[in-house]
């Protein structure tokens, strides 16, 4: 019970709407049963019939004690735990390719997410490229098209490296979580750190010169920073990855561009440090 409160705590959930649970489906089916009873007992006209309305064998009958039967749920939660956690780095360790993680991640029934998202979004681009962009979760169009990054603020994006000279098909894009969270909300920290595991496996595979973090959320999950994206944007720093310190760039999400453009200027003078570091890598390999 402690676990569950806490997956409902990281999840939002911080108040009860009652003390006690109510069954609703018991009462709208009294209510029904009631109005119908209502209607049956009221004058009627001659030649008129009664009204009846169907009752199903799961609602109360009158006077009884007994409620409606709760329906069945679609499909039944999980409560993320070390365990899960544990299985996830597991999986993640042991794929020795792309493809091999690919089919990790297809396969991994530990996060709650892949139950409502209709597609596993697992990346785009060209994977022998020496810049990987990571984001931190899939939305509405990425959920449909299954790929990341092409909404309007994946659109934005393809523009915003096509401006320094970057085309899409030399660079590889990823999320931190492959599902998309209903509505479109934040992802809770249980649910990064469930995902985690396969996208440091990812940034492995690919092993790229460069990597840019896309947004302050993702920056906070793969460095530990909590700075604001204002803060940490055009900054380098490094991360731990196959012996090596790579170098990394956060750099401002295209979705806060498209509310806040004046940030473009910014955002421009990133990526041209971002091209000269490409430009510097290419040659000394």
């Known amino acids: 019970m402690r676990e569950l409160l806490e997956f409902y705590v990281a999840a939002g959930v911080d108040c009860a709407l009652a003390d006690e649970p109510q069954d609703r489906f018991a009462e709208s089916a009294a209510a029904q049963i ?8 009221a004058p009627q006209r001659a030649g008129e019939q009664p009204a009846t309305i169907p009752v ?25 735990n ?12 042991g794929a020795t390719s792309l493809e091999k993680l690919q089919e ?16 596993t979004v697992f990346a785009d681009g060209n994977p022998a490229a020496k810049i990987m962009l990571v984001g931190e979760a899939p939305g509405r169009e990425e959920d449909i098209s299954g790929k990341p990054f092409t909404g309007p603020a994946g659109q934005l994006l393809d523009k915003m490296l096509a401006s320094v000279g970057i085309d899409r098909s030399a660079a590889y894009f990823a999320n931190i979580l492959p599902w998309r969270p209903p509505g479109n909300r934040a992802p809770t920290s249980v649910e990064s750190e469930l ?9 492995a595979l690919v092993d790229p010169d460069i990597l840019v973090l896309i947004g302050a959320a993702t920056a906070k999950v793969l ?4 700075e604001s994206i204002v803060r940490l944007r055009g900054r380098w720093t490094t991360y731990k990855c196959n012996d090596r310190d790579m170098l990394v760039m956060p750099i401002f999400h295209p979705e806060y561009l498209l509310k806040q453009p004046a940030q473009k200027r910014l955002a421009w003078q990133d990526l041209l440090t971002i091209k000269r570091k490409l430009n510097e890598a290419s040659a000394g390999s």
């Open 56 to 80: 199903s064998s799961s609602a109360p009958s009158p006077g009884s004690n007994e409620t409606a039967a709760p329906r069945p749920l679609r499909q039944t939660a999980k409560v993320p």
């Open 104 to 119: 990790a991640v297809n396969g991994f029934e530990g996060c709650n997410l892949k139950k409502y998202a209709k597609s």
């Open 195 to 203: 995902c985690r595991p396969f996208i440091e496996r990812q940034i």
């Open 82 to 93: 070390e365990e899960v956690i544990a299985a996830a780095r597991e999986l993640a360790a």
């Open 223 to 226: 460095l530990g920073k909590s």
């Open 34 to 41: 009631k109005a119908a009873q209502k209607k049956q007992s």
